[in-house]
């Protein structure tokens, strides 16, 4: 069978054979090897597109370019990590008899599907295929989000189930217009809609339908990704679905919803110039790093504090992307590489000292957090290091990257309230972190604590924290080479 | 003939809007929806005849059976089981509603005119409409409480969507299309399931009382 086929069909058989059933032990190895294979797989991918061929499938419907490629091996790699750490968090549960049989269906059907859908997102050369995909996404995920059952996750559910269909109504809406823009010059076959088609047609394109539909398409795939002013589902979401399925949202479908998001502005950018679809990133990257600057301030939840940045590093890579020079998509690129790197660890950590603490409210937690979980603890500082974008590591380095394209690009402007945002976070941001995870231990805390153990989540928790240290010292070549092509593409280099 | 037949299913589709912004029973609502997606059907057929398209009546086959049957079908069992049948007081009320729609209809007949074919008579219509019942449908969102009125809104917005693309494009590829129609399904049938859940855990399917989260 195709390559390209085969990453789609084996998260797609897992999630079946979880959904299915079986003894516990059973489920957790086919949901790691699944997970493991697929991880195989995308590499495979992206070393045969790195070998010079282009893997396509269905006439051209599905194919894998550079910026394709790197989505979907951060997306496979964060998806393994996700999976390792999911069995030990549904243990854990397990034994607090937390967890029914219609959640274990849930856990072990919905997540390979969820990655499955995301895979399908980044690989879609077809835009009507793309927000199929997407749209297949949401409905994998809302089970996820209102995943425990409490009100609290019913509300956030319901509320990311609706902004999500209405944001994809407007990316249908979007995607509709930008065909209509051809004005019957494209295919009227499938094939009408496939980007690569669509590339070539540009240039003809009706400029005021095409300008409504990219409009409606960045607004309805900005929604998914997290941007602000559309971005409100993010919190709840985050602080109700199962720190598994968290990052799988916060990476995965950052990723691929930013890979939508550039194939629109670059079909924008054939057909009408740069400036439009650069300024629309551009004011909704800025909009988002400012949004999270007073919700991390005033924080009460950890899982939210994670959420809002996310907002923000949605925000920094839209602005990379909107910059629009190879400096700019350079940077955006090695953002999302880094920022798939760094905020497993983030959620992870959160997750297991939320767990093990049996709430994510910063009070129920309180300070000292080093003291009674002193692993958990000390990554979730690490982390808070990294997504900060401290130096040394890796987060620093893409975000002085997308600073320096602006300053010296003609955004100073923007690259100027960037730097503003960016050092406020950065303080709010290690403050919250540091005074749960330093501060002086509580002395009675309001829930009783678990103690630590070693088991599968906190394998996954040191393999991310590792993958994150390293990455920022030595980026293997292969995937060097990959961002730096993905850079290309997202610059408008390649037709 | 074939442009009066599109004129009046458009203005149909655009009245039934109007009624669901005034109507307060849910089931009306949910029958106003189903005739809504059969004016849509008829749209799309009278479209394949005039211009000879034989893959509108497909799209026409799948509109008419899955929202002008099945969904309409489905909402009702939903409301039947859960035993809630009347909206309560929107935020906004029902006068001041219709006047707000009135000004949206206004507002979408305008913007269709920008469009390349927007200046030939029946398109403008057909464009202006769909545009009208997208503002509306955004409108309907907005202000009801109950989680069914609000099912019933977005898919208003996804029929608007359809109607565009039947007056600017004369139809999606098939393929695409029909990837469209079933993901439309799945979002229903996940949307009910969420209704059921949510008024097993509030006994009410009032969404305004989702407002926990905050911050």
């Known amino acids: ?495 | 003939m074939t442009h009066n037949i599109l004129v009046l299913c458009a203005a149909g589709m655009l009245v039934s809007a109007f009624l669901m912004v005034g109507q307060r029973a849910l089931i009306t609502t949910i029958r106003l929806y189903g005739a809504q997606s059969w004016a849509l059907g008829v749209v799309a057929i009278t479209m394949g005849l005039a211009d000879g398209r034989p893959h509108l009546y497909i799209t026409a086959a799948l509109t008419i059976g899955l929202k002008g049957i099945f969904i309409p079908w489905f909402l009702v069992r939903v409301v039947d089981r859960v035993g809630i049948h009347r909206e309560i007081e929107p935020f906004l009320n029902v006068p001041a509603s219709l006047l707000t729609c009135l000004a949206l209809t206004v507002v979408g007949y305008r913007v269709s005119a920008g469009f390349p074919v927007g200046t030939q008579l029946v398109a403008h219509h057909v464009i202006g409409v769909s545009l009208s019942m997208l503002l509306i449908g955004l409108f309907l969102m907005v202000t009801r409480k109950k989680a069914i009125t609000q099912i019933l809104a977005l898919l208003t917005v996804e029929n608007a969507i359809f109607l565009i693309a039947l007056g600017i494009t004369s139809g999606m590829p098939l393929v695409v299309e029909l990837g469209f129609s079933f993901d439309i399904i799945l979002a229903v049938l996940v949307l009910g399931i969420m209704v059921f859940r949510i008024v097993d855990r509030f006994e009410s399917m009032d969404v305004s009382r989702l407002s926990k989260l905050k911050g």
């Open chain 1, 1 to 495: 069978m195709n390559l390209l086929v085969l990453t789609l069909v084996v998260p797609l058989v897992t999630a079946a054979l979880g959904a299915l059933g079986g003894s516990r032990r059973s489920r957790d190895a086919v949901l790691l090897a699944g997970l493991g294979l697929t991880f195989g797989l995308s590499v495979a991918l992206a070393a045969t597109l790195l070998g010079g061929t282009t893997p396509t499938a269905f006439g051209d419907a599905l194919r894998v370019d550079a910026l394709s490629a790197l989505v979907v091996v951060l997306c496979g790699f964060v998806s393994l990590l996700s999976g390792i750490y999911a069995v030990g968090y549904l243990r854990r549960n397990d034994a607090r008899g937390l967890v029914t049989p219609r959640m274990r269906r849930e856990f072990y059907g919905l997540i390979p599907a969820y990655v499955f859908a995301l895979l399908f997102v980044a690989v879609s050369n077809n835009i009507g295929l793309m927000w199929v995909a997407v749209e297949l996404t949401t409905l994998a995920s809302v089970f996820l989000v209102g995943f425990h059952n409490r009100d609290t996750s019913i509300e956030a559910a319901w509320k990311f189930l609706m902004l999500g269909s209405l944001g994809l109504g407007f990316a249908l809406l979007g995607t509709i217009l930008i065909y209509a823009s051809g004005e019957g010059r494209l295919d009227e076959t499938m094939a009408g809609l496939n980007w690569t088609h669509l590339m070539k047609a540009a240039p003809q394109f009706h400029p005021f339908t095409l300008r409504l539909g990219v409009v409606f398409a960045l607004i309805g795939y900005g929604t998914k990704a997290g941007l602000a002013p559309m971005h409100t589902w993010k919190p709840d979401a985050y602080r109700e679905a199962p720190s598994p399925a968290g990052v799988l949202m916060a990476v995965g479908m950052l990723n691929s919803a930013m890979y939508c998001l550039v194939r629109i502005h670059l079909i924008s950018r054939a057909a009408i110039g740069p400036d439009f679809s650069s300024g629309l990133l551009l004011a909704l990257g800025l909009l988002s790093v400012m949004v999270a600057v007073p919700f991390i301030l005033l924080q009460w939840n950890l899982k939210r504090l994670l959420a809002y940045s996310s907002i923000e590093h949605a925000g920094i890579i839209a602005i990379g992307v909107g910059l629009g020079t190879p400096a700019g998509a350079f940077g955006a690129m090695l953002h999302m590489t880094y920022h798939s790197f760094a905020k497993p660890l983030a959620f992870f950590s959160a997750g297991t000292v939320a767990q093990l603490h049996r709430s994510s409210d910063l009070e129920v937690i309180g300070s000292g957090v080093l003291g009674r979980t002193p692993v958990s603890g000390s990554l979730l500082m690490l982390a808070a290091v990294m997504v900060t974008g401290s130096p040394p590591f890796g987060l620093f380095f893409s975000e002085m990257t997308i600073l320096q394209a602006g300053f010296f690009g003609s955004h100073a402007t923007e690259a100027a309230l960037l730097l503003g945002a960016l050092v406020v976070l950065f303080c709010g941001f290690s403050y919250q972190i540091g005074k749960l995870v330093l501060g002086p231990q509580v002395a009675d805390p309001l829930r009783p604590v678990d103690q630590e153990s070693v088991d599968l989540s906190m394998v996954a928790n040191l393999a991310a924290a590792s993958a994150a240290v390293v990455s920022a010292f030595y980026l293997p070549a292969p995937l060097l080479a990959l961002i730096k092509a993905a850079a290309v593409v997202v610059a408008g280099g390649v037709k």
